[in-house]
């Protein structure tokens, strides 16, 4: 690859900015929302279905992939790009927190985890250096170091001495990352809701130096009050010239509220699962769709959405299949809601570029305070 990864900002309000992340595979413009692609698929989506919503980057989940169907089959049919018929860029996570969130009988020591497969028993072993290895064969344009993530809450003494593993793991990654030009890696800050672990973690991977910095261990239990709160100095913690990544999140006020507060890039399951549970994310909130009332209901989704849900089909229909079961009401709902949260990002793209964002986040509020009416 000639082309080299880059980051570039375009305009800033506030701690907010608005620019582009430069691969290879093509330009995602920040901040920028990935979908969550975790088995080579967004679920109830073809690739160019995802792509007319407006994301220009996909997430892959290295855990599951490694389990099934293999980095090293992925890698032999034209890697994960070719696989999954995706062709722009796309970011793989390290596989460590599914690691703790999806096994038993996990055993962590400072090589790796060793843990049972969550779909057969069968047992395995990741390490930073086989979490990179991994990555590369399925030819990541965005790859993350291997860390640990404790669940919260969690005492002091374990949060240390899990963020300290965690920056000699990003030393490893690192390490076995090696020079590839066109390719970046990532490292995580770690430390919970402590401020100066955080930032003896920032130190540790400044000294490093990452393409990009996420940050790693929120949205684990400990609820948006905390969040914001460890949000308000852990990205200014992070260099100022690379994006900053927050892992896992997340609800569209999450979002808004993690921007202000100068993330660029965000990642989460909820607008895909959402859409397969009848849930819709709208301007007004959370939409569920299998309530009665939407059943003799003849107006859209949501008037001033333009995706296929929205334009096509009425809520009276969409009730309708989704009660019954039916697989296009996964396919509708999940297409609105990543059409949604593309188009939220657009916006707030666009009121950093135009100064004007403290007037688009009060609008983000008063729209979702009032809610979603109901049919007269």
């Known amino acids: 690859m000639s082309k080299r990864f880059s980051f570039s900002i375009s305009a800033t309000q506030g701690r907010a900015r608005t620019g582009v992340v430069s691969t290879p595979k093509g330009d995602i413009a920040t901040p920028a929302f990935m979908p969550v692609g975790t088995a080579a698929t967004v679920k109830a989506m073809m690739p160019e279905n995802v792509r007319a ?4 980057i996909l997430l892959g989940n290295t855990y599951h ?12 049919l034209g890697g994960l790009h070719k696989f999954m018929n995706w062709d722009r860029p796309i970011l793989t996570d390290s596989g460590g927190f599914q690691v703790m969130s999806l096994t038993e009988l996990r055993k962590l020591t400072e090589e790796g985890v060793k843990f049972r497969s969550h779909i057969d028993g069968s047992e395995h072993h990741l390490t930073p250096e086989r979490s990179m290895e991994i990555q590369k064969l399925l030819g990541s344009d965005i790859v993350m170091c291997f ?3 404790p669940a919260l809450p969690a005492d002091r003494k374990r949060i240390t001495e899990s963020m300290e593993m965690s920056m000699r793991w990003a030393q490893r990654s690192r390490d076995a990352f090696g020079d590839r030009p066109g390719y970046a890696l990532f490292g995580i800050q770690q430390g919970g809701l402590e401020k100066d672990l955080r930032g003896r973690s920032a130190e540790a991977l400044r000294a490093i130096e990452f ?9 684990v239990g400990e609820g948006q009050e905390a969040m914001f709160g460890c949000l308000d100095f852990a990205p200014e913690q992070l260099p100022q010239d690379k994006p900053r990544y927050l892992m896992g999140v997340g609800k569209p006020d999450d979002i808004v509220g993690a921007v202000q507060r100068g993330v660029d890039m965000f990642d989460c399951v909820l607008p895909s699962r959402s859409g397969r549970t009848g849930q819709a994310q709208t301007r007004m909130g959370a939409v569920n769709m299998r309530n009665a009332r939407h059943k003799d209901d003849p107006r859209p989704l949501d008037a001033a959405c333009s995706c296929p849900a929205c334009s096509n089909y009425s809520r009276a229909y969409l009730h309708h299949v989704i009660k019954s079961q039916e697989i296009i009401g996964s396919m509708l709902l999940t297409w609105h809601n990543l059409h949604y949260y593309q188009e939220l990002m657009q916006g707030l793209r666009g009121a950093i570029s135009a100064g004007s964002l403290d007037a688009f986040v009060a609008d983000f509020h008063a729209v979702r305070a009032q809610g979603d009416i109901e049919p007269v």
């Open 53 to 56: 919503t407006g994301a220009d």
């Open 65 to 76: 992939l490694m389990l099934r169907p293999g980095a090293e089959r992925i890698h032999n």
């Open 147 to 149: 860390d640990e993530c």
């Open 211 to 219: 393409d990009g910095y996420a940050i790693g261990g929120l949205a």
